[in-house]
């Protein structure tokens, strides 16, 4: 089930919600307001600390250990604290960040005063309730309660983060809050309102850029709490919540944007926060987390029948989220900053899983099913084992041991086994054969080229210029990718990346501060403001082409490559902000089954500097017994590292036991590098430990000189592959039909597969193909003399309203077709019309025979 906004919006008070929303109760009704609120709050409780059959079950002691480990060290941190503290060396009133500790601190003591089965001294003990509840009085007194001296900092703690934890405690100690300081819940929701700034009169404001997707679900499920524990008020105050969480369940249109919101998810699959930042692995699992939560505390009452959403729910997971992990890693193309992050795409995926978990006890036949069998497939091929003591509910504990337990449950993907995914609306794609996945990261006008922000991702500035990345099945991701990736490879030698030779600085090497700070300025810079974000968090590229074709398990991508918001607008700058220029290459990936062929044209730089375009690069752990070896074009064979006119080259990693070949199909002298790379995480995070990594890197590299023509260079990446099987392609089945700014194009003889992108206005020739315009194009015959041909058709520029092809040779007719495609047999072939009228990138397919 697909909610589009404006079907949702259109009718906010009508029929539409009414499915989800019930009317409220009659005011006489108040003892079923009152059970329906003591059963939110109750079922909160059980969320987070637990039932009594949750708490008995042996699997849920690692989970229970934990929160009693927490809640003593705080405490203990208490006991410790000197004069004027609260914890221990934690200092308030001058940094948001530590307030927002103290309070998720007082959180983790409530949390084991409320688990049934935590030792005596904690659980039930009114003593240690009321030290939490006096700790809140004291915050809320000394450094909370004074709007004037508030709002210091990172609004995302004053609007988010400390609300949950207040709201959250406030929950746990409901009873004791109310015998012992019955006043102090009003006086907090208060405050709580009057620090939501960015909303409207202490409630949430849809027009608001900070009160959308994974925020605006943070910010709804505190509002919802809130209103359960308020006798007066409180129904209202969770049903606006509701009704204003209930946006993030609607497909974003963004033809017809609601309060010009693009942040959520679309209908191919992709989720966008901050406007324009790829985000499916960092606040889209959050969103997924939240609203997953939201359906379990409203479960029974009578607020909402979340049941009706599962299904919307259900979509995000196979769709937008199952594509992107690949053995239990969540890829690096959708985190934003979090890739600089200590924390795992293992640890990204376990949140996932606990959501899932959590909705399959939602969802009701087939659904249930699938993701039932989808979390015994990610714990089957992930090579780290998932620690469910790390969830944050002890029930999604049980219920995980349970799906592992159930012989009933078969392990399955919900992706097939070959599958290519065009997330179009935010310039990625995802590639998937048994035996690895392929993601790429592209960017435009549209999507952000990356994102910095709060000291994280310090060198972010090509990953979305065309950088790649290639997981091998059977590998444990932390040694290929991963925070280390970003510490010990260059940032102009990324894979994939086509970059200027120079040297860059970071923001805080830029500026002395996280951030550019001018708010004199006309564009006014402060930590927060539209042109930081426009500029220096998450600069958008300046090109509209990007995007790409799919057609069955096969895929095409294309890009051309820009400098950033920034240089473009460089006139409009302050003097002393720094622009930097970008490289120029025109590049399309054209994703088989067995190779990823890339071309690349117009390789260069209008200002003449020297440029290079990274092949590949790859790390292992120093130890790891690691090979090069290779062929030259003229036969003989090659050991590297070194510069040298290649054919092919393979990289074998034997501790890993994995192989990547490397086809260079036209392709100037290559050179290959293998060098011991030592840096701290910390040249990535300023918040990251000072932990110094080694890495053996390995470096496939393509160098420009300075002051060269623009150049072109076409390669294929061959995962898993034994020398014979590179050998075999001196005359192999892939073939450069074209390489230049206006078309690109490859064929496969042996799948029977031609595909092709083109760039700019005019027609285009290639192999029995003409193309008019700028798309993207993928031709697939089958059977004896291609009896059966399939096409599909993408428009990458997402601004054409028809593209048109002819495909050359008999007349063929019309198999199947999607509505939008019109053929006609006319001289010379049969034409192919696709209406691509705001289809946002999607891909149009028609089958034709003879």
């Not at 959501?355 to 990610?378: E, F, N, P, R």
Request: net charge neutral.
């Amino acid at each position: 089930m697909e909610i589009t906004r404006r079907r949702l919006l259109s009718a906010l008070s009508a029929a539409g919600l009414l499915a989800v929303i019930p009317v409220g109760h009659a005011d006489a009704d108040v003892a079923r307001v009152a059970a329906d609120r003591a059963r939110l709050l109750a079922n909160t409780v059980a969320v987070f600390a637990g039932t009594e059959a949750s708490n008995a079950r042996p699997e849920a002691a690692a989970k229970l250990a934990a929160i009693e480990r927490t809640a003593r060290t705080n405490l203990k941190s208490m006991d410790d604290a000197a004069e004027g503290e609260l914890f221990a060396g934690l200092v308030l009133g001058t940094d948001e960040a530590n307030l927002n500790t103290a309070y998720r601190r007082l959180y983790e003591i409530a949390l084991a005063t409320r688990a049934p089965r935590a030792p005596s001294d904690l659980y039930g003990n009114t003593a240690v309730q009321r030290r939490v509840i006096d700790g809140l009085v004291r915050l809320h007194e000394r450094y909370y309660g004074d709007q004037s001296k508030g709002y210091y900092g990172n609004w995302f703690h004053w609007e988010i983060g400390i609300s949950q934890h207040i709201s959250r405690t406030l929950v746990l100690l409901a009873d004791e809050v109310r015998a012992y300081r019955p006043e102090l819940t009003r006086t907090y929701v208060a405050s709580m309102d009057a620090y939501l700034r960015n909303g409207t009169d202490g409630d949430v404001d849809l027009d608001s850029r900070f009160h959308t997707g994974a925020n605006l679900a943070d910010i709804t499920t505190n509002r919802i709490l809130q209103g359960a524990l308020l006798d007066d008020g409180g129904e209202a105050r969770i049903r606006k919540a509701l009704t204003d969480q209930l946006t993030v369940f609607v497909t974003i249109d963004p033809y017809h944007l609601d309060h010009g919101v693009t942040d959520g998810h679309y209908a191919d699959g992709s989720f966008i926060q901050h406007a324009s930042v790829a985000y499916t692995g960092s606040y889209g699992k959050g969103l997924l987390t939240r609203v997953v939560q939201t359906l379990k505390i409203l479960d029974g009452t009578g607020f909402a029948h979340g049941e009706e959403l599962v299904p919307t729910v259900y979509g995000w997971v196979r769709n937008g989220f199952a594509p992107l992990i690949f053995e239990g890693w969540m890829m690096e193309i959708v985190k934003g900053r979090a890739v600089s992050r200590t924390d795992s795409g293992y640890t990204d995926v376990a949140v996932v899983v606990e959501a899932v978990v959590d909705l399959s006890s939602l969802a009701t036949g087939a659904g249930a099913t699938a993701l039932k069998s989808y979390v015994k497939h990610i714990r089957a091929t992930s090579r780290a084992a998932l620690d469910p003591a790390r969830f944050v509910s002890p029930v999604s504990v049980v219920r995980y041991a349970d799906i592992v337990a159930d012989a009933a449950v078969e392990p399955a993907d919900l992706n097939p086994a070959a599958r290519s995914v065009a997330f179009n609306a935010m310039d990625k794609t995802v590639h998937r054969r048994p035996g690895y996945a392929f993601a790429l990261a592209r960017s435009s006008e549209r999507i952000s080229k990356y994102e910095y922000m709060s000291g994280e991702n310090l060198m972010p500035w090509f990953q979305g210029d065309g950088a790649y990345y290639l997981y091998l099945s059977g590998q444990d991701q932390t040694q290929a990718y991963g925070v280390d990736y970003y510490t010990t490879v260059s940032p102009y030698g990324l894979a994939g990346v086509t970059a200027p030779v120079e040297q860059r600085r970071t923001v805080p090497e830029l500026y002395g501060k996280p951030f550019y700070d001018n708010p004199g300025h006309p564009l006014h810079f402060t930590s927060s403001s539209q042109a930081q974000n426009k500029y220096v968090y998450f600069p958008r590229g300046t090109n509209r082409h990007s995007g790409g074709a799919v057609l069955g398990a096969y895929g095409a991508a294309c890009a051309v490559q820009s400098s950033d918001a920034a240089y473009h607008d460089r006139r409009l700058l302050p003097d002393d902000f720094v622009v930097y220029r970008n490289a120029t290459a025109t590049k399309s990936w054209f994703l088989l089954d067995d190779e990823i062929v890339v071309l690349a044209a117009d390789v260069g730089d209008d200002a003449g500097r020297a440029v290079t375009t990274t092949v590949d690069a790859r790390t292992a752990a120093p130890g790891d017994r690691t090979s090069l070896t290779g062929m030259l074009r003229d036969g003989r064979p090659w050991t590297g590292p070194g510069t040298a006119d290649l054919r092919w080259l393979r990289y074998a990693n034997a501790t890993q036991g994995t192989s990547v070949g490397y086809l260079f199909l036209d392709t100037p002298r290559v050179r290959v590098t293998q060098d011991l790379v030592t840096r701290s995480r910390r040249v990535v995070r300023t918040a990251n430990p000072d932990t110094a990594v080694t890495r053996s890197v390995l470096g496939v590299t393509v160098d420009g000189a300075a002051g060269a023509r623009p150049g072109r260079l076409a390669y294929a990446l061959v995962p898993n592959a034994g020398e014979a099987q590179l050998r075999a392609h001196r005359h192999g089945p892939v073939q450069v039909l074209a390489n230049s700014p206006r078309l690109q194009a490859v064929t496969h003889t042996g799948l029977g597969l031609t595909a092709a992108n083109t760039f700019m206005p005019g027609r285009h020739e290639t192999a029995g193909l003409r193309v008019d315009g700028p798309a993207s194009v993928i031709v697939h015959r089958r059977g004896r003399r291609g009896a059966t041909t399939s096409v599909a058709v993408s428009d990458p520029t997402m601004a054409r309203g028809t593209v048109t092809l002819l495909l050359r040779g008999r007349r063929l007719r019309e198999v199947t077709a999607d509505p939008e495609v019109r053929v006609s047999r006319v001289p010379g072939g049969t034409r192919v019309e696709v209406n691509t009228h705001h289809a946002y990138g999607r891909s149009f397919t028609v089958t034709l025979a003879g």
